[in-house]
């Protein structure tokens, strides 16, 4: 599957945007999958959408319907930068405006001919759409990662996994080391290092930091041989993102810092990716790519076999205890926030 195809999801071509999710930040293909001679289809908060690249590179972005008949704009081809629709050749310009009506080449298309356009930005490796109004609260920062600038460290993009539950589910798993001796026994932990010690929980200026986080980890990383106790820092950096800081007790041991973006497809329909930072400079991008793939996948059965897959943040029928802080606290910040999509 290419990484078009696996942004997109089938579903209707036109929906109402959610609320407040709709003001927020969201990743949707990695930059490198949009190509300069063709549009793509993605998929996000339950809505197709179109990319395409200007004459100059720069992204545009724009609900996946042509104003005139319906048809979807994806399926069409990019003419000078310029969108071009498919069915009856309407090209759609910077901004979404419709620039050429070839059946009327005399006309000069009004405003209401064209495309209601979105804020669009990449970063990351990633292209990152906000569809809500930008007089309507909208979240002028993306969600952070604060690895990116460091130059010292590698980085790789990895995924996209489509994966059939919601976002807030996917990111409430990463929070959670009460698992690791369970579901990645041998690799993020083992069964004779199960308790979550005390940690803390401070407010961020996207969200919050869980600190104070000790596991024991047979193997952390690619290159890891032995055991030994890293130190966590997590942070949820958006309503669908999150990082994590790996502190080595050695101080001359490697570090990685893991982004992990979301992107809502539908409510109960999520694409992932993670965006890693580390010291490693010897492993190949496919043996770094292996182990966060070994890793995902060994959660990813069980991130779909929850029910409900919306996660409840306004409704009860899920118990909690104190090794739960972090996820206490993610919930507690949905319900700040009036996140709906993909919660119940």
């Known amino acids: 599957m290419s990484p078009a195809d696996a942004a997109r999801a089938p579903g209707p071509a036109a929906a109402a945007d959610p609320g407040p999710e709709a003001a927020h930040w969201h990743p949707v293909i990695a930059a490198d999958a949009v190509p300069p001679e063709r549009p793509v289809g993605v998929r996000l908060l339950g809505v197709d959408r179109v990319l395409w690249r200007a004459a100059d590179g720069r992204l545009q972005a724009a609900d996946d319907r042509c104003p005139h008949r319906g048809t979807r704009l994806s399926l069409g081809r990019v003419v000078d ?7 009856h050749g309407w090209q759609f310009g910077d ?6 009506i070839p059946a009327a080449p005399g006309f000069e298309p009004p405003a209401g001919h064209g495309l209601g356009s979105h804020a669009v930005q990449e970063r990351h490796g990633l292209v990152w759409l906000r569809v809500g109004a930008a007089g309507e609260g909208a979240v ?4 952070s990662f604060e690895a990116e600038d ?15 539950t919601s976002a807030p589910r996917i990111v409430e798993n990463f929070l959670d080391l009460a698992h ?16 979550v010690d005390d940690h803390g929980i401070e407010p961020t200026p996207q969200g919050f930091a869980v600190v104070g986080c000790r596991a024991w980890q047979p193997r952390s990383n690619q290159r890891s041989s032995t055991g030994r106790w890293i130190d966590y820092r997590y942070e949820v950096t958006g309503p669908y993102a999150a990082q994590l800081l790996k502190l080595p007790e050695d101080a001359d041991a490697e570090r990685d810092a893991i982004g992990l973006f979301v992107a809502p497809l539908d409510p109960e329909r999520s694409l992932v990716w993670f965006r890693l930072a580390v010291t490693d400079l010897a492993s190949s991008d496919e043996a770094l790519r292996a182990f966060q793939h070994a890793i995902f996948t060994q959660d990813q059965p069980i991130l779909e076999s929850q ?4 996660l409840p943040v ?9 090794a739960d802080r972090a996820s206490a606290a993610y919930r507690r910040l949905l319900r700040e926030r009036g996140i709906t999509f993909g919660t119940v």
């Open 307 to 310: 029910q409900p897959k919306a």
């Open 180 to 195: 690791f001796g369970f579901v990645h026994e041998g690799w993020l932990g083992d069964r004779a290092h199960t308790e």
């Open 140 to 143: 002028a920062e993306l969600p």
């Open 150 to 164: 460091d130059a010292r460290l590698r980085k790789l993009l990895c995924g996209p996994y489509r994966v059939a």
């Open 95 to 100: 901004g979404g405006r419709c620039v050429r």
């Open 81 to 87: 930068g310029a969108l071009e629709c498919p069915y």
């Open 314 to 322: 306004y409704a009860g029928g899920e118990v909690h205890h104190a």
